[in-house]
């Protein structure tokens, strides 16, 4: 795995990987010799005893979209009520975190639009996907990691505490520790 792939994924996973968040998305764009799929491999290899899993959801042209994900905490999430109902809404059958995210793999390489219901994958609370939806993206009350449409003050903690834990990721990263000994396991 190269040593941009780990730091990329560090900055952009690090909640994840702490287990704040059942999951995290980065964009990545192999340099030379370098392969996306073999990067994913490796690391999920690696980080699969700890509870967390790594899937291309999408490789297009030269550069691609991989999920970070701690399957027990997805899980828990797609059999809540109302999430399996707002999914059932946008299409998915399926609520086993493989068949979810199978559905959600081929809904990002088939349109040119995002699917918006990423967010739930992602751990953003429901009233703000659907917020974000309804609202077509606009008239959100804050920015930080999401667009937030609801309950403000604690969208705001949880914005700092993915700061700080990517911080503090990145930190301990740039001095020699690697993901496998900053990942807290399942």
Request: proline fraction near 3%.
């Amino acid at each position: 795995m190269s040593a941009r792939f780990e730091e990329t994924l560090i900055r952009h996973c690090a909640a994840t990987l702490a287990g704040h968040k059942c999951g995290s998305l980065f964009s990545y764009r192999p340099q030379a010799g370098e392969s996306l799929s073999e990067n994913a491999a490796e690391l999920d290899g690696l980080l699969r005893e700890k509870g967390i899993r790594v899937r291309v959801l999408r490789e297009r042209d030269a550069d691609g979209l991989v999920y970070v994900y701690r399957p027990r905490m997805l899980e828990e999430r797609l059999q809540q009520t109302d999430i399996r109902a707002f999914l059932s809404e946008m299409g998915y059958t399926a609520f086993d975190p493989e068949a979810a995210l199978e559905t959600l793999s081929r809904a990002v390489r088939a349109g040119t639009d995002f699917p918006h219901e990423i967010g739930v994958f992602l751990g953003y609370p429901l009233e703000d996907v659907i917020g974000f939806i309804r609202n077509k993206g606009q008239c959100f009350c804050c920015l930080g990691c999401w667009k937030a449409y609801s309950n403000e003050a604690q969208a705001r903690r949880v914005f700092a505490l993915y700061e700080k834990c990517r911080n503090v990721y990145l930190s301990c990263y740039r001095r020699g520790f690697g993901v496998a000994r900053l990942t807290v396991a399942a």
